[in-house]
C-alpha cells in the first residue's frame, strides 16, 4: 500500500485580487490534511480502480463515475501524465481532516494527496512543479477561472507570494507568528464567488479594477510586515484587505460577526480567507502573550503546557464528537416507515412523501434489515456517552483551575 498526503492551506492576503492579476500571500496548514492509500487488488480487470471516500460517502468504480467527477478527473489526469494505461487493478481511499468548501482548500488538498499517492505507487513520484499543474487541471474544471494559487501553495507546501502566471516564489518569514482560524460553519462555494465577482468586475470594470490595485497594495504592505516581523502593520494589512473585500462583495454577516469577535478579543487584524461568502476567517494574535500553564499528570505537575495547547486538548474530542453526532443523526434518519412487520405493507405508502413530511434524510433500502436495525440507537448512545466522557473531563479540569 502506498500512502500519500497533502496539507490544506489559507489566504493570507490578495484573494480575488489575484485572479484578475494582482499578487497573493498563500501559506499551508500542515494539521489539516487530505490523504490518500492505493494499493493493489487480487482480482479486478486491469486498469480499474475502486474509489472510496468515507467522507462524502462515496463508494464506486471508477468507470461508474462521472466524467468530471473531482476524484475520476485527478485519477485520469494522473495515469496520463505518467502514460499508465494498463495497471493491475487498484484500490484507492481517500480521507481528509480538512473541512470541505470552506475556503481552506480541501478539495485542491484531496487532488494532490490521491495524485501522489499514484504516483508513488506506479514508481515515478511527481515534482511539485507537476503535481501543481494537474491539480490546477481541476480547479478549472471546477472553479471556472482559478488564479492558480490554491494548488501552488498545496503542491509546494511553503508559504508562497503568488502571481498569475509568474514563477512560483516562496517568502521568508522573518519570525513566527500566530494565526487563529474561525469556521462560520457556512460553506462557501468558490465557483460561485468567482463568478459572482467576474460578473460585478464586467459591469464595472473601472471600480474593481481600481479596487484590486488597492488589495495590491495591502499585499505589498502586508509583505514587508512579514519579512521584518512587524506584526502590528501586518494585521493592518489584514484589516485594509478586509475592508476590500467587503467592498468587492464576497464578506458575509457570518463572517463579519467572527471577525469583529476577534477584534475585540485584541487580535492586530482579521480578514476572511479564501473565496469568503462563508468558510473561514482568519485572526492575527498579539504575539507573546501566550500564557505558559502547569500540565498535570496523576495529579502532580509535569512539563509546562502553551494555555492553547491546553483549549486544544479539549477542542479536539469535541469536534469528533460533533462528527460522530452528525453521523448517528443521518443513520437516526433513514425512515423504516412502509416496511411492515418485515416484508412491506399491505397497502400502498409514499415512502418519499412520508420521509419529507417526517423530516427524514433517506428512505431505507432493505424492508428486513429495517425492522432489525438499532444501529441508530446504539451509534446514539454511545456518541452521547462519549460527549458526556469529555464534557467531563473538561468539567474536571475547570474545577481544578478554580481549586489551585
Ligand atoms: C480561493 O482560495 C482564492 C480565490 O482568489 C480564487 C483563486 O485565486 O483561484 C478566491
Redesign the pocket.
Known amino acids: 500500500m502506498t500512502i500519500a498526503s497533502a496539507c490544506g492551506?489559507i489566504?493570507l492576503l490578495?484573494?480575488?485580487?489575484?485572479?484578475y492579476g494582482r499578487p497573493?500571500l498563500?501559506a499551508p496548514l500542515p494539521d489539516l490534511r487530505a490523504t490518500a492509500a492505493a494499493s493493489d487488488l487480487a482480482e479486478g480487470e486491469p486498469g480499474s480502480v475502486c474509489i472510496e471516500a468515507p467522507d462524502i460517502e462515496l463508494a464506486a468504480w471508477l468507470h461508474e463515475l462521472s466524467p468530471d467527477q473531482p476524484l475520476a478527473v485527478i485519477v485520469r489526469l494522473t495515469r496520463q501524465a505518467l502514460a499508465i494505461e494498463k495497471h493491475p487493478p487498484l484500490a484507492l481511499r481517500v480521507q481528509s481532516s480538512i473541512p470541505v468548501a470552506s475556503?481552506l482548500?480541501s478539495g485542491?488538498a484531496v487532488s494532490v494527496a490521491v495524485l501522489r499517492a499514484l504516483s508513488a505507487h506506479w514508481g515515478h513520484p511527481l515534482a511539485p512543479e507537476r503535481q501543481s499543474a494537474l491539480a490546477f487541471e481541476v480547479?478549472k474544471l471546477h472553479?471556472g477561472?482559478?488564479?492558480?494559487?490554491?494548488n501552488t501553495v498545496v503542491a509546494y507546501e511553503q508559504p508562497v507570494y503568488f502571481v498569475?502566471g509568474d514563477a512560483t516564489q516562496p517568502f521568508p518569514i522573518g519570525a513566527p507568528f500566530t494565526l487563529v482560524l474561525g469556521d462560520t460553519g457556512l460553506r462557501s462555494n468558490?465557483s460561485m464567488?468567482?463568478g459572482m465577482?467576474l460578473q460585478a468586475w464586467q459591469a464595472e470594470k473601472e471600480r474593481f479594477e481600481a479596487l484590486f490595485d488597492r488589495v495590491a497594495g495591502t499585499v505589498a504592505l502586508g509583505r514587508k510586515a512579514i519579512e521584518q516581523g512587524d506584526w502590528a502593520t501586518l494585521g493592518e494589512a489584514m484589516d485594509k484587505n478586509q475592508q476590500l473585500l467587503q467592498e468587492i462583495g464576497?464578506s458575509s454577516d457570518e463572517l463579519e460577526t467572527l471577525i469583529e469577535t476577534a477584534k475585540q478579543a485584541g487580535a492586530l487584524g482579521a480578514k476572511l480567507?479564501?473565496?469568503?461568502m462563508g468558510g473561514n476567517m482568519i485572526a492575527l494574535a498579539e504575539t507573546g502573550m501566550e500564557p505558559i500553564l502547569p500540565g498535570y499528570t496523576h495529579l502532580q505537575q509535569a512539563q509546562p503546557v502553551r494555555a492553547a495547547h491546553w483549549v486544544l486538548s479539549h477542542f479536539w474530542p469535541l469536534h469528533r464528537d460533533l462528527v460522530r453526532l452528525g453521523r448517528a443523526a443521518s443513520s437516526a434518519g433513514s425512515l423504516p416507515l412502509g416496511s411492515g412487520a418485515l416484508a412491506g405493507c399491505p397497502f400502498p405508502v409514499d415512502r418519499q412523501w412520508l420521509m419529507e413530511a417526517l423530516g427524514f434524510s433517506q428512505v431505507s433500502e432493505n424492508s428486513l434489515d429495517a425492522v432489525a436495525d438499532r444501529d441508530w440507537a446504539v451509534e446514539m448512545a454511545f456518541s452521547g456517552a462519549l460527549l458526556g466522557v469529555h464534557l467531563s473531563r473538561l468539567g474536571e479540569d475547570l474545577v481544578k483551575c478554580l481549586a489551585l
Open positions: 492551506k489566504i490578495g484573494e480575488h485580487a489575484v485572479v497573493a498563500a475556503g482548500g485542491t480547479e472553479h477561472t482559478p488564479s492558480g494559487i490554491d498569475r468558490t464567488a468567482v465577482v464576497v480567507s479564501g473565496a469568503g
